[in-house]
Each structure stands twice: as structure tokens, then as C-alpha cells.
């Protein structure tokens, strides 16, 4: 394609405009159909279990890691200033206000949001979706919605256990490691971490990054061409889609609550 | 019976359905009657499947009406359509079964979808449609456990679920052995007769075909080239329907897919010969 020539050019805006009005439409369907969805908790149930448990192991221990790195980074730093007993308050700050949510969204759009696209695209491709038009079950009420439901459920909670595992992880190194006073350690975290402006805006951002990286990723899946190479760029779109989004959001959410 | 009701449970009235520029189905009107086994053949790609998909309302008609009982599917809004879906079953050609759950609960499924029964009374009626599908042993097994043919048996007794009125087959004997066409063959007509279902298959395979249907109909480029009973096409005169019915590679299907001539790929004015004297000569 050539970028100047404007038949191109309008083309490829058609195309693009055409994409965000499915994904609009997409969205409303998903949404007016939900409330049935809820209803029958059992379906959404099965799936906070199967996208949370199986994220679990990977969020914990990159949440582990992340803090172990925060503590000698954070000392590193802090030394410099006298001030290293306000380590623990660094490392706490950083991950519930910002990585917390951050890295849980971006692990969580490569483990479970592919899994999702896959899922959704081999059903496809198996005519599993199909069978269940015909069989007069609309699968976006049965297969989708109680998958993005867990996926907005599920993802505060494992950015919460990211954060404290990644305290646990800062308190391992700079305490136990380095020496860092602990009562010093957990009372500058007790008496500088706020409620409502810390933690809660930390769940409001995991909560707007599971909405977006599960619609994302349901919307690839059933978008999907149903063929092995379909289902396979589908997984790759979500990851670029949803990591890109997440990121560029943050920057939002952050401005948004800074002004606030 | 309500007396009244048409003899036909499908008919089609001057339909056509393309994909994109392509005209698929061209102006065609068959019928399917009411409590009959009703095959339908015609050469690949010759809109057979197409033709199942329209009467389940999951592609529409360009112009023409699809009547099921006297509804025209494609003028339903969706709560119709799922309406009259439910009193059709289909079977896909590769079963379709919901890989995560195992046999009983694919075949539960539409009863839990569609219905309140309680899990005593859907278990048993599970077990009956696995009965009259012969796996009533295999409740336990996961679909990737399953072969072909039992997944395509596991997917009829899923669709008879909510005794349906119509059953819809898509290429049911495809890449079965012997024995399992014979079974699946004379599991539609079985099904059909002691169900009073009415029953249309699509199929290539004509031996079996023909013994078990009461109505048989050919497609070829989007025409009907045939239709009555299986005797009917036997004896037709139509050099198409000769050529399918006796299996024959050239006719008016042609073997070779249309493009230059013999001569002009092979005669002395060949652009091969051109090549080949310039590669000899140094």
C-alpha cells in the first residue's frame, strides 16, 4: 500500500473506522447480555478460578521478585539521603500505587488474556460457536460474558497479592539482608500509606486494566479467522493490543488522580 | 398431527445466496417433506452446506424465501429464530463438542441451557439419547477421547436433546470406516422413523445414500438438477445427475480444470521448447 495515494489512505480509515464500530457494537452486546451472565454466578465462578488460580503462581512470584529488586534499588537510592528506613514506605508506595496494577495487567494480558484469545478462537475454528447458535444459546451471553466478568473480578485481586508479595520481597532484602530497621520499616508504611488515595486508587486503575485486557482479549478471540494462523496472530494482537493499552492508560489514570 | 400443517417442513421458494460476486444457490425451489429422510447431493462446493445453514437462519437469503413450517427464517427477528431453532437439530460434520466438557454434560447441555429439569430427570434423559446412539458407556470420556464416528454419535444424541422436529446433518458418513457408515446410516433412518422426525443429510456416498432416503435432491452449480425419490434419480437422463450417480470423472463436470489447450502447453509453439533449445545450445 502506498501511504500518499488518497483512494489508500481512505481505505485504510474505512477499514480502521469499521473495527472500532464492531468492537463498539461488540461491547454494548457484551454488556446488555451480562446481566443474565450474573445471574447464573456459577458460570463466572468457574472462570475467576480458572483465570485467577492459574495466574496466581506467576503473579506471586513476580511479585516476589519485583520487591526483592525494590529493596536494594530503593536502599541504593534512599542511603544516599540518610533516609533508609523509609524503605519500606518506598516499596510500598511504588507497587500499590503504580506497579501493582501495572506489571499484574501486563502478566496477566500474556497468561490469561492469550489463553482467552486461544480458547475463543479453537472454538471458533471447531464450530463450537456455531453449534451453540444453533442449538439457539447465544454465545456471548454463555461463553463471553461470564469470561470478561472474571477477568474484571479477578484482576485487583491478583494486583493486591502482586503488592504484597513484592512488600514481602522488600522487606526480605532491606531488613532481613541489609539490616534496615524493621519496626522503622513497618511504621513508615503504616503511618504514610493512605486508604483511599493510595490503595484505592491503585484497585480503580486494576479494575479499568481487567476491563481492557479481558474485553481485548475476548473480542481478538471471537474476531479471530478460524484457522491455525488466524488464532495464532489473534493471540499475538492481544498481547501488543492489550500491553500498549494498559500502558498508555496508566499515564491517564495517573495524570487523572495526581490532579485530583 | 395438527391436520392442517403443509406437507412440506421445508421448502425453499426462488432462493439465491452468494458470497460476495459468487451466486452460490441460484434461483432454487425444493421441498423437504414433513417425516421423511431427505438426502441431498450434488459435487463439492456446490452449496449443500449453505443450503443447512440458511434453513437454520445462520446465513440469509438474497432474495426468495426459506419456510420453516411456514415461517420464513430469514425475515425472524432473533428471538424468533432462536424460537424456531429449537425445534431444529443440527449435526456439524465434525461433531463439534464442546472440548471442555465430557460426553454427558455436551449432551446435557442444551437441556440445562433450555430447560429446568432437575439434574435427576436430565440425567436420565442424557442416558436415553446416549442409548439410542448406542454410547451410553461412554457418559465418561472426554470428546478428545473420542473417534470420529462416536463424536459424530455423541454430537446426534446432543442434538436430539430437546426432541427436535427437524435434524440436520452435514456430511455425517465423511471419513468414516465401513462399519460406522453403515451404523450412521441406519442410525438416521432408526431415528427418523421411531422419532417421527423429519431428517435432511447431506452426503456423498450413494450405496447408503439411496437405500435409507425417501426423497433425495441434487445440487449442481446452483441448480437442482434432480429431485424425487432415490429410484427417480437413478433413471434420470440429465448428464449431470448420470455423471454423479455413476461416479464418472469426465462429463459435463469436466476432469480438467479449465485453461490453455493441449496444444498450446505441449505443441511445438510451446514456450517450453523455447527455453529448452536455448539452454542445449552454449
Sequence with gaps: ?260 | MDPIKPEALVEMRNLTFGYGERVVLDDISITVPRGKVTALMGASGGGKTTLLRLIGGQNRAQSGAVLFDGQDIGRLDQTSLYAARRRMGMLFQFGALFADLNVFENVAFPLREHTDLSDALIRDIVLMKLNAVGLRGARDLMPSDLSGGMARRIALARAIALDPELVMYDEPFSGLDPISLGTAAQLIRQLNDSMGLTSIFVSHELEQTFAISDHVIILANGKVASQGTPAQVRVSTDPLVFQYVNGLSDGPVRFHYPGSSVAQDFGAAAPRAAVASEAVTP
Design chain 1, 1 to 260: 500500500m502506498s501511504w500518499y495515494r488518497p483512494a489508500d489512505v481512505g481505505h485504510a480509515v474505512r477499514g480502521q473506522l469499521a473495527d472500532i464500530g464492531y468492537g463498539a457494537r461488540f461491547f454494548l452486546r457484551l454488556m446488555s447480555l451480562s446481566g443474565a451472565s450474573l445471574r447464573r454466578f456459577g458460570l463466572v465462578r468457574d472462570q475467576i478460578h480458572f483465570l485467577g488460580n492459574y495466574s496466581l503462581a506467576i503473579i506471586a512470584v513476580s511479585g516476589l521478585f519485583v520487591g526483592f529488586v525494590f529493596g536494594l534499588q530503593g536502599y541504593y537510592t534512599l542511603q544516599r539521603f540518610g533516609s533508609s528506613e523509609a524503605l519500606g514506605l518506598l516499596v510500598t508506595l511504588s507497587l500499590v500505587r503504580e506497579l501493582g496494577p501495572v506489571v499484574t495487567a501486563l502478566l496477566f494480558a500474556g497468561r490469561a488474556g492469550t489463553s482467552l484469545t486461544a480458547e475463543i478462537g479453537l472454538m471458533k475454528a471447531g464450530e463450537q460457536i456455531s453449534v451453540m447458535e444453533m442449538m439457539a444459546v447465544d454465545p456471548v451471553a454463555r461463553i463471553l460474558a461470564p469470561r470478561f466478568w472474571a477477568g474484571v473480578i479477578v484482576m485487583p485481586l491478583l494486583a493486591s497479592v502482586f503488592s504484597a508479595m513484592g512488600i514481602i520481597g522488600g522487606w526480605v532484602v532491606g531488613v532481613l539482608m541489609i539490616g534496615v530497621d524493621a519496626g522503622a520499616f513497618w511504621s513508615q508504611i503504616q503511618g504514610g500509606v493512605d486508604v483511599w488515595r493510595d490503595v484505592g486508587n491503585g484497585t480503580i486503575k486494576s479494575l479499568v486494566f481487567g476491563f481492557t485486557v479481558t474485553f481485548i482479549a475476548l473480542l481478538q478471540g471471537f474476531e479471530a479467522q478460524p484457522t491455525p494462523e488466524g488464532v495464532s496472530k489473534a493471540t499475538t494482537r492481544t498481547v501488543v493490543i492489550a500491553s500498549l493499552s494498559v500502558l498508555g492508560l496508566d499515564f491517564i489514570l495517573t495524570a487523572m488522580m495526581f490532579s485530583i
